[in-house]
Every structure is written in C-alpha cells, then in structure tokens.
C-alpha cells in the first residue's frame, strides 16, 4: 500500500509502538479466542502494521478516532492502554472499543461511523476547535 499523506499535514508525535507489539497483541487475543475465553466475536488485522504507524504520526493525541470493527491496532496506536483494551476484548467488546481519554469510537455497524465522525467533526468546527476526526473506513 502507497500512502498519500497530504502535504500540509505535519507530524504531530513519534509512535512508540512497533510492527511486531501490535501482532503480538493481535496473536494474544487470537490464542485466547481460539481457547475459548472471549466471550463474543473479534475481528483481527494484519498486513497494515507499517501503513498505521505511519498514519498515527499525524493524528494528535487529542483528534479523534472512528473505525470500524477491526479496530485494536487503531486504538492501540492512539493511545488506549493495552491492559484495559485486552479486558475489554476478552469481555466480548472487540468489535465496540469506545472512550474518550484517548477519543475513539469503534462500531462493527457497517457504515455507522460515518455520520459519528461527520458530526464530531461539525462540532468541533462549530466550537473553533483544532482538533481534527480521522475516519477509517473500508471494512465491506
């Protein structure tokens, strides 16, 4: 994949996290999945580890964040702690992974975070606010 960033977007902050934390995040949750100790169904991601890390260098810890149901790599980069996300997986809400310290919202309604992130963006506007939305879609 070729990322396109646009030119006047500036990076905002290093990602700490690496390539290889998120698989193995990911491959945690699948092995307790496949031993039966998650309660509802989860959806994992590989192959855009590189493409989200450079992505995240651009979205402020204080932007908000919407995607859909294959979302750990996401809320992992932008900042929610990996202790309560793994909680909130095993507690079958892999797929619903919400908060807002960091401000991220994930639904596994295909489409329903369109207009989240369409009125997010309008109220900060509406507010004068800086602060940008960043919405991953593609999932379908």
Known sequence: MILNIPKHLKKVRDVKLTEEELINFESKVRDVYEAGKIK???????????????????????????????????????????????KSIVEGRSMGTNNVDPNFYASSIVGGILSIAVGTALALKTKGSNNRVWCFVGDM
Do not use: C, M, T
């Open 40 to 86: 509802g169904p989860i959806h994992l991601a590989k192959n855009n580890e590189k493409e989200l890390i450079e992505i995240f260098q651009y979205i402020s810890e204080d932007d908000w964040v919407f995607v859909p149901w294959r979302n750990h790599y996401h809320a992992l980069l932008h900042g929610v702690n990996p202790d309560k996300l793994f």
